[in-house]
Nanobody
Framework: QVQLVESGGGLVQAGGSLRLSCAAS????????MGWFRQAPGKEREFVAA????????YYASSVKGRFTISRDNAKNTVYLQMNSLKPGDTAVYYC????????????????WGQGTQVTVSS
């Protein structure tokens, strides 16, 4: 069992930056690949980024590649999402998720989810 708690969301102007954190409980965190997803009002949940269990592989949605960076610190049981050059279209609730499989862009492949943190980018 893994419990995930996101933090770091907020209101930022376009062009600004935020860093999201996702703290995981349990001693098996290093066994999981981790992903970040987001969901805007009236839209489906969409993939943002994923990272393998040891951080050796990362994956990004084309809409965020070059602006967002996913990383993890297994000693701290935490995964991060650094978001730069934010745009109003990045406004959404951001969720972190864990899977024992390899990094995936499909929400159905993830076993555990956090409660989400709101990111709002003003123009």
């Amino acid at each position: 069992q893994v419990q995930l708690v996101e933090s770091g969301g907020g209101l930022v102007q376009a062009g600004g930056s935020l860093r999201l954190s996702c703290a995981a409980s349990g001693r098996t965190f290093r066994s999981y690949s981790m992903g970040w997803f987001r969901q805007a009002p009236g839209k489906e949940r969409e993939f943002v980024a994923a990272i393998s269990w040891n951080g050796g592989s990362t994956y990004y949605a084309s809409s965020v590649k070059g602006r967002f960076t996913i990383s993890r610190d297994n000693a701290k049981n935490t995964v991060y999402l650094q978001m730069n050059s934010l745009k109003p279209g990045d406004t959404a609730v951001y969720y972190c998720a864990a899977t024992l499989g390899s990094g995936s862009s499909r929400p159905l492949d993830y076993d555990y989810w956090g409660q989400g943190t709101q990111v709002t980018v003003s123009s």
